[in-house]
């Protein structure tokens, strides 16, 4: 054996606490399944990890609980750790990220016996959990936002781009493309709206809680949040460890913000199809198809498609893996990967409906020539009826519903109904000249939407107030988040100085 891969072989040991309370090392199957897994799904939390270890090893120096000159030599050694250009050929042999990093520190200096003082491996990587998915939670806000700005400014250009609604599918009454495609940023603004309370939950630290009933050593929680970036500690150290329903939140949170969009997604795959052919996707979010030269096949719609369906498969894993007594290990071995993981894909599932809506194309002549027969006017026939002359609206309607089947009988449309037919079916003949205007008014498409004014109806003037209102809200709510993104950064600029003004203190 090299040496190289003796001393390998003693920190692994050491790590691993073999010669301690285990007397022989894990059994390859254990290492090669469990471990190996283990390793894997912590790999994303490395980054957090380095800062989390920083603050601690300091933190403990400060308080006079790890003596200064070992303290200086393991800051020395983790900033080599955090300064690494590319991640240390971690092993599943030497355990999970918290034991290889150890083992890591254990062949480059003696003090890195003390990293472990006073806290056990899951507050540290819980800490470095937290972190890392209160920086995927702002990464997901942000393109939540950059999304629904270009659905907005859509939804202003498309104000008057008259086409149908629909209801099951089936057309329903006139709106605009404009008001349809706005209705799907009130969903991403409740998405922000939870994503704040998400994140506000993520931002309090559970590091210096000892094992889960607080530290013997004082460690003093405030100043470790302080130099992590959190707003303040976890009040209650169990409930610090073991916050298994914070996962299930933020999964919950990705299931919704990408279910929303994938709603509109779903809307899109119908609208350009060659049977509806009102809405085209650009060519850089199509696929071509291998074997029919025709095909333009709506991938990008498909993946978002593909994304909700494994999310609300991570979402039930999630809550799976809580449904256990409490202070169980295997309440987050999959959810330090799954997490930051679904957090990750809704933000990217995101930023391409943005991109697909910003790149589309909508082909107003065809959209508006789905009303031609003018059958979805059929309601507002019914109400502007009620309105002219005084009978109820069942009764309207009763007697249009009644109209629209017997001109399907006869292979006719609302469009070519006369004034004496309404009348008819009323049985008012004698308010013909009264039903006429009634009757152009209801079959006026722009009358139909221009009608609808109140709040948030699809008249142009309220599309265009909304979308405006919407606009001002993000602008303040984007400032918000940028915020919190360059205070983290800051955060962890200041522990730099802090760790070097301790470094030459004790040199």
Same mark, same amino acid.
């Given at each position: *054996? ?34 190996? @897994? ?34 200086? @030599?393991? +800051? ?6 955090? !300064? ?32 472990? *003082? ?9 800490? &470095? ?20 700005? #270009? ?10 781009? #008259? ?19 706005? =209705? ?24 210096? #809680? =000892? ?53 509109? !997604? @779903?809307?899109? *795959? ?18 071509? $198809? ?20 494994? +999310? ?14 409490? =202070? ?49 006017? !059929?309601?507002?026939? &019914? ?19 009644? *109209? ?20 008819? $079916? ?8 009264? #039903? ?19 709040? =948030? ?8 107030? +909304? ?30 100085? @802090?760790? $070097? ?7």
């Amino acid at each position: *054996m090299t040496n190289a891969s003796s001393e390998a072989a003693e920190s692994s040991a050491r790590v691993l606490e073999l010669d301690s309370r285990l007397n022989h090392a894990p059994s390859r199957r254990l290492v090669e399944a469990a471990f190996a @897994e283990d390793l894997a799904a912590q790999a994303g939390l490395a980054s957090a990890l380095d800062w989390v270890d920083i603050a601690h090893t300091l933190t403990l120096a400060r308080e006079g609980m790890t003596p200064a000159a070992p303290a200086r @030599e393991l +800051l020395a050694a983790l900033r080599q750790l955090e !300064a690494t250009s590319e991640c240390p050929p971690w092993r599943a042999e030497d355990g999970d990220l918290y034991t290889n990093r150890e083992a890591w520190l254990v062949e480059r200096t003696p003090a890195a016996g003390w990293l472990g *003082m006073a806290r056990a491996r899951r507050e540290a990587l819980t800490t &470095a959990f937290h972190m890392t998915v209160r920086e995927k939670i702002i990464v997901l806000a942000l393109e939540l936002i950059e999304a629904a700005k #270009i659905f907005v400014a859509h939804a202003k250009t498309h104000r008057f781009t #008259i086409m149908s609604d629909y209801t099951y599918l089936q057309a329903a009454q006139p709106t605009t493309f404009g008001h349809y495609l706005l =209705g799907f940023v009130s969903p991403m603004l409740r998405d922000l709206d939870r994503l704040d309370g998400l994140y506000a939950r993520f931002n309090l630290s559970p590091a210096g #809680i =000892g094992s889960s009933n607080g530290s013997l050593t004082f460690q003093n929680r405030a100043e470790l949040a302080r130099r992590l970036g959190f707003a303040a500690p976890v009040a209650h150290a169990r409930d610090a460890m073991w916050q298994s329903d914070l996962a299930i939140e933020a999964l919950s949170n990705a299931v919704t913000c990408v279910v929303s969009t994938d709603r509109l !997604a @779903e809307d899109l *795959m119908v609208f350009t199809t060659g049977e509806f052919g009102t809405v085209r996707l650009s060519d850089c979010h199509s696929r071509a $198809s291998k074997i029919m030269p025709n095909k333009r096949n709506p991938f990008a719609l498909a993946y978002v498609r593909g994304a909700a369906n494994r +999310l609300i498969g991570l979402q039930a894993a999630m809550a799976a893996a809580a449904r256990t007594p409490s =202070g169980q290990m295997d309440n987050r071995m999959q959810a330090y990967e799954a997490v930051p993981q679904a957090l990750g894909m809704a933000a990217r599932v995101v930023g391409l409906m943005g991109e697909v809506v910003a790149e589309l194309s909508v082909d107003r002549s065809r959209a508006v020539s789905g009303l031609k027969d003018r059958e979805v006017c !059929a309601a507002d026939l &019914a109400e502007r009826l009620t309105v002219a002359i005084g009978i109820d609206y069942r009764a309207a309607h009763r007697s249009v519903g009644r *109209m629209m089947r017997q001109l399907a009988d006869r292979g006719r449309s609302l469009g070519d109904v006369s004034a004496d037919e309404v009348a008819a $079916s009323v049985d008012r003949p004698d308010a013909v000249a009264e #039903i006429a205007g009634v009757l152009a008014l209801a079959l006026d498409l722009d009358a139909c939407v221009s009608a609808r004014g109140d709040v =948030g109806g699809c008249a142009a003037e309220e599309v265009l107030r +909304l979308a405006n209102s919407h606009a001002e809200w993000m602008a303040a709510t984007k400032s918000i988040w940028c915020d919190r993104q360059i205070g983290l950064r800051r955060a962890k600029n200041q522990l730099d100085a @802090e760790v $070097s003004g301790f470094l030459r203190e004790v040199s």
